[in-house]
């Protein structure tokens, strides 16, 4: 499932990866300086910037919200998440995310989760927030990213252990939305369960454009 590991490490502007069984879990976001606003590569974090996926079974419509939180004394942008299944809204949940200006490394502090059925909300599972209940900021994605690299994206014990090894960078996919080459693949799973995990794309200067049978369908900046 993982790749074979091997006993050194490298540096990418500031954080350390191990290529060997252990996943990256510290960042010293401490010593960073974060802003709610910029981006990378692969993760852009601008107010109004949008991307949609579909498949046959489902829809996924990503928004970088004109609107900031404070968690844990950092201040966040708002990233609205909306998924349909089978024509249904089925989850809304708001993501939080900062990004290091120099490094370009962008940190995922938490989500609040809105799990619909019908037109109702039934609960609110997988929510969680940095500095509640032992719950600690993930690295959602690198400002330069290297094969090999395996790092925790979400780090709330019992709840949410997100984790990410990137596969490749020269993926190439095409999409309803265009041919995109020179892509990061990602190999995503849990360490709450490690038998499950799934396979994302990333294009340069776009982000997400894969996520399993999700292919992107529209991108660009929206007035939202």
């Known amino acids: 499932m993982l790749l074979s590991a091997f006993m050194f490490s490298c ?20 010593s960073r300086d974060l802003s709610s606003t910029g981006r990378n590569q ?9 991307i949609v996926l579909e498949g046959t ?40 995310f900062a990004i290091d200006t120099k490094t370009k490394d962008v940190f995922y502090f938490g989500e609040d ?6 037109s109702k909300i039934v609960s609110n599972d997988g929510a969680w927030l940095a500095g509640t209940n032992g719950a600690e900021a993930g690295l959602i994605m690198p400002g330069s990213p290297l094969v090999g690299m395996k790092y925790y994206q979400e780090q709330a014990p019992g709840i949410a252990m997100d984790r990410c090894q990137i596969i490749k960078l020269d993926d190439e996919l095409e999409t309803p939305a265009g041919l995109f ?20 794309t990333y294009a340069p200067n776009v982000g ?17």
């Open 57 to 96: 079974a489902g829809k996924v419509e990503i928004t970088v919200l004109d609107e900031t939180k404070i968690i844990n004394g950092i201040t966040t942008r708002v990233l609205e998440e909306r998924e349909w299944t089978r024509g249904e809204l089925s989850e809304i949940s708001r993501n939080f």
């Open 42 to 50: 692969y993760f852009i974090l601008e107010p109004g910037y949008q």
């Open 181 to 200: 080459t020179k892509c990061l693949l990602t190999k995503e799973g849990s360490a709450l369960n490690l038998i499950e995990f799934e396979f994302k």
């Open 113 to 118: 989760v809105d799990m619909y059925r019908g």
């Open 11 to 30: 540096i990418s502007d500031g954080v350390k990866f191990q290529h060997q069984s252990n996943w990256q879990s510290q960042f010293d976001l401490t």
């Open 208 to 224: 997400l454009i894969q996520d399993e049978k999700l292919l992107l369908t529209s991108y660009g900046f929206v007035n939202k």
